[in-house]
């Protein structure tokens, strides 16, 4: 598995954190976690569930804990406006659709234009300033960085495309499953 992206995933915080933060990476080359604290779905989950905060919540502390862990991002998307849920940001933002096309594109957090560093972990820019941006490419960070890699100057093959088909997939495989392992 070359990306594996966890959006908004329901599942215990504290399990996340004990079985999978470090045993994920050794699976895939990058994991990317993406939390929010406007989640209101989440909050209900964790109500239900004797207040334990889900994987997908920032009170879930995973923007800490996966501080220093190789090839594992946690990206607080809390900024981004969704649904009267806000659990749909994932799957209906521009911004996080964006740095989703980017991410399956091989462009590291650092090359993705509408993220910044928030402490120990990264975040969308504010709304102000992410309306403000002007779209630029990503795909082309991480060629530049690996010759040979495609899409690169030095004339590797072209990047294959990235289809929205296989963000669903994700969306709809990966994270039940996760689900269901809790």
């Not at 928030?118 to 941006?133: K, N």
Request: with cysteine; charged share 20%.
């Amino acid at each position: 598995v070359d990306q594996l992206v966890l959006a908004a995933p329901d599942v215990w915080a504290s399990r996340f954190k004990n079985r999978f933060l470090r045993r994920l990476p050794k699976l895939a080359s990058r994991v990317t976690l993406y939390v929010s604290d406007r989640d209101r779905a989440l909050v209900a989950s964790s109500r239900i569930r004797s207040d334990e905060p889900r994987a997908g919540q920032v009170a879930g502390g995973l923007l800490e804990a996966s501080r220093g862990v190789e090839r594992f991002d946690a990206i607080n998307a809390s900024t981004l406006e969704s649904d009267f849920l806000g659990h749909g940001y994932y799957a209906n933002h521009g911004s996080m659709l964006g740095d989703i096309y980017c991410l399956l594109k091989g462009t590291p957090a650092q090359g993705r234009p509408l993220l910044a560093v928030a402490g120990t972990a990264w975040q969308f820019r504010p709304p102000q300033e992410l309306a403000s941006l002007e779209p630029v490419p990503c795909a082309g960070v991480a060629a530049a960085a690996t010759p040979g890699a495609p899409g690169a100057p030095d004339g590797g093959p072209p990047p294959p495309a990235v289809s929205g088909r296989l963000i669903a997939a994700v969306t709809v495989v990966v994270v039940p499953l996760l689900g269901s392992i809790f």
